[in-house]
T-cell receptor, first 112, second 114 residues
């Protein structure tokens, strides 16, 4: 079993839809939860960072962490064509040097 | 300030040739990571440098792969005797390692082995 599981999609939604992206994990030691966005032929860029259970909101984006269920989500409200990208969940345990664990990424297309 | 810089952005080489990929991390970042991203695959960890500590090479797929980090800054990933299966995007990331530990990625080097 992988440390982090993420549905690769692809996911296609109409403009204005609410998008839900999810990851599950198995290691309860994870302390940091991040979402990166990667446009085609670009490097991943940090979108959201949380280190506790609950919700964190930034504009149209909401990151949700449920440590008891080992489940994290990224919600995108009023999705735009510019949101079309691959979204990676990245988890960190903070205890080892190489401390980042990646989901495989979900490919999202927002159709105008 | 400047982000993580990688060069070249694209590299086409012939099977059997050696290639060098360069990563210039964000100034002051002590941790540096190399990853490989193949089409339809997630990020595959290759190697990790932290300060003056011995690098974590546990992700290098074969002895054809090696990496150096000179002066705690610039890093070079070398692939010897390239094979077609080495074709991928090679991503470099750096982080402060302390406090809010977040990785910042470069744009990657797209390697094509013919």
């Amino acid at each position: 079993q992988k440390e982090v599981e993420q549905d690769p999609g692809p996911l296609s939604v109409p403009e204005g839809a609410i998008v839900s992206l999810n990851c599950t994990y198995s290691n309860s030691a994870f302390q940091y939860f991040m979402w990166y966005r990667q446009y085609s032929r670009k490097g991943p860029e940090l979108l959201m960072y949380t280190y506790s259970s609950g919700n964190k909101e930034d504009g149209r984006f909401t990151a949700q962490v449920d440590k008891s269920s080992k489940y994290i989500s990224l919600f995108i409200r009023d999705s735009q064509p510019s949101d079309s990208a691959t979204y990676l969940c990245v988890l960190g345990d903070g205890d080892t040097g190489n401390q980042f664990y990646f989901g495989t990424g979900t490919s999202l297309t927002v159709i105008p | 300030g400047a982000g993580v810089s990688q060069s070249p952005s694209n590299k086409v080489t012939e099977k059997g040739k050696d290639v060098e990929l360069r990563c210039d991390p964000i100034s002051g970042h002590t941790a540096l990571y190399w990853y490989r991203q193949s089409l339809g695959q997630g990020l595959e960890f290759l190697i990790y440098f932290q300060g003056n500590s011995a690098p974590d090479k546990s992700g290098l797929p074969s002895d054809r792969f090696s990496a150096e980090r000179t002066g705690g800054s610039v890093s070079t990933l070398t692939i010897q005797r390239t094979q077609q299966e080495d074709s991928a995007v090679y991503l470099c990331a750096s982080s402060l390692y302390e406090g809010k530990n977040i990785q910042y990625f470069g744009a990657g080097t797209r390697l094509s082995v013919l």
